[in-house]
């Protein structure tokens, strides 16, 4: 019987229908590799051992300088269409871990990370884009804030040394770097009898590889706050 069912499969895997099915297969898989990692990426076939195909392969690619598999794949073995009532049917199949390739694709560095719930890694991914992943710290961050005064109201274009936003986030980088995580806006209004806009600022400061300390971060703050009066801000 096993002589019978291996004979069988050697004249299948000679057959006519094995090799459109395989040219099939190979095809469109290489065609996702295409789409995903881009028309000019290095692709080689291995075979391979799978229990319900025949024959199997396994698909590398070449990425980041090495050959890595992707996917397993294969032609629906025979047995398994007919214990399926199936037997007029043929197909193939393939298997891919959506994490490993997610991994690949946005150069995250451990699986751990998918199932956080860190704000910080989930911010970083929007639908339809395919974008590097910025490592973060695990250290806590430091917060300071800054309110000052501008010249200019919340609705009315800057114009000469009037107060921009853009040049007070270039400067704060300029002084702390790449401690600063994040600056953001926490709170705005505009005086109803001078018709001065204020504004309050929260800087999130945060290393990369150790604890930052509150004297490091007020030295950086307070130069923050000398060069504010430069941008047309008078500090409250």
């Known amino acids: 019987m096993e002589a019978a069912e291996n004979l069988l499969g050697e004249e299948w895997l000679k057959s006519p229908e094995c090799s459109m099915v395989e040219s099939d297969l190979k095809s469109t898989l290489e065609g996702l590799m295409d ?3 881009g028309p000019h990426t290095q692709k080689r076939w291995n075979v391979d051992f799978f229990p319900f195909t ?18 397993g794949c294969g032609v ?8 399926s009532n199936r037997s ?19 150069k995250i560095p451990d699986i751990r990370l998918f199932w956080t719930t860190d704000e910080r890694f989930h911010s970083q991914f ?13 250290y806590p961050p430091v917060f300071k804030d800054i309110t000052f005064w501008t010249s200019n109201s919340d609705d009315i274009e800057p114009i000469g040394n009037e107060f921009v936003e853009n040049d007070f986030f270039d400067v704060v980088r300029s002084i702390a770097g790449d401690l600063v995580e994040k600056i953001q806006l926490i709170d705005s209004f505009t005086h109803p009898q001078t018709g001065r806009s204020s504004r309050c600022y929260r800087i999130s400061y ?6 930052l300390t509150n004297e490091e971060i007020d030295a950086l703050q307070f130069k923050i706050r000398d060069v504010c009066p430069s941008l047309g801000c008078e500090l409250r």
């Open 35 to 37: 789409h995903l990692f």
């Open 54 to 71: 025949q024959p199997s392969f396994e698909l590398e690619i070449f990425h980041n300088n090495e050959w890595m598999e992707v996917l």
């Open 76 to 83: 629906i073995h025979e047995q398994v269409l007919n214990i």
């Open 88 to 106: 007029d049917r043929r197909g193939w199949a393939f298997g891919l871990g959506l994490e490993r390739l997610a991994m690949i694709l946005f």
């Open 126 to 138: 929007k639908d339809g884009s395919i974008v590097e992943f910025r490592p973060y710290s695990k």
């Open 206 to 211: 945060r290393s990369m590889d150790r604890s």
